[in-house]
T-cell receptor, first 111, second 115 residues
Framework: QKEVEQDPGPLSVPEGAIVSLNCTYSNSAFQYFMWYRQYSRKGPELLMYTYSSGNKEDGRFTAQVDKSSKYISLFIRDSQPSDSATYLCAMSKAAGNKLTFGGGTRVLVKP | GAGVSQTPSNKVTEKGKYVELRCDPISGHTALYWYRQSLGQGPEFLIYFQGTGAADDSGLPNDRFFAVRPEGSVSTLKIQRTERGDSAVYLC?????????????FGAGSRLTVL
């Protein structure tokens, strides 16, 4: 079993809908949680970065971390076709440690 | 430079050949990471440099893989006796130290195909 599990999708939604993404993990030592967006043939791009449990909002994006359940989520409001990409969750045990990634969820927002 | 630069963007080689992949990080970023991403998978950690030294090389799959960063800036990932299973996108990322250490900026990757 992988340390970080993520549904591969694809997840198809109509434009304007809320996109809901999540990851589960098994190692309670993870303290830092990130979401990356990756377009085809590009490198991952950091979207959200949170430390420990709680919520964080940035524009149309909301990240949630529930360490007691070992579950993290990303919500994208008012989704746009330009949000069509693969979304990767990532986590680390300490600042400067290696990141452990989920397998990525492919999202398609249809106009 | 403005971002992380990786060369070549594409490399096709034959089984058994030697390959070098280069990463030029963001100026001033002391930490540099190499990851490998297979089709449909998330990136897998290979090695991490803090300055010139490898702080964690636990992800290197075997002794055919080696990476250097002699002056604390540009890094080269070296793969000897390539195998078809080495085919993947090799991603490089860099970050600041300390508080910014988890904020990685990735390059576009070097796509390696071993025939």
């Amino acid at each position: 079993q992988k340390e970080v599990e993520q549904d591969p999708g694809p997840l198809s939604v109509p434009e304007g809908a809320i996109v809901s993404l999540n990851c589960t993990y098994s190692n309670s030592a993870f303290q830092y949680f990130m979401w990356y967006r990756q377009y085809s043939r590009k490198g991952p791009e950091l979207l959200m970065y949170t430390y420990s449990s709680g919520n964080k909002e940035d524009g149309r994006f909301t990240a949630q971390v529930d360490k007691s359940s070992k579950y993290i989520s990303l919500f994208i409001r008012d989704s746009q076709p330009s949000d069509s990409a693969t979304y990767l969750c990532a986590m680390s045990k300490a600042a400067g440690n290696k990141l452990t990634f989920g397998g990525g969820t492919r999202v398609l927002v249809k106009p | 430079g403005a971002g992380v630069s990786q060369t070549p963007s594409n490399k096709v080689t034959e089984k058994g050949k030697y390959v070098e992949l280069r990463c030029d990080p963001i100026s001033g970023h002391t930490a540099l990471y190499w990851y490998r991403q297979s089709l449909g998978q998330g990136p897998e950690f290979l090695i991490y440099f803090q300055g010139t030294g490898a702080a964690d090389d636990s992800g290197l799959p075997n002794d055919r893989f080696f990476a250097v960063r002699p002056e604390g800036s540009v890094s080269t990932l070296k793969i000897q006796r390539t195998e078809r299973g080495d085919s993947a996108v090799y991603l490089c990322a860099s970050s600041l130290a300390n508080a910014g250490a988890n904020v990685l900026t990735f390059g576009a990757g070097s796509r390696l195909t071993v025939l």
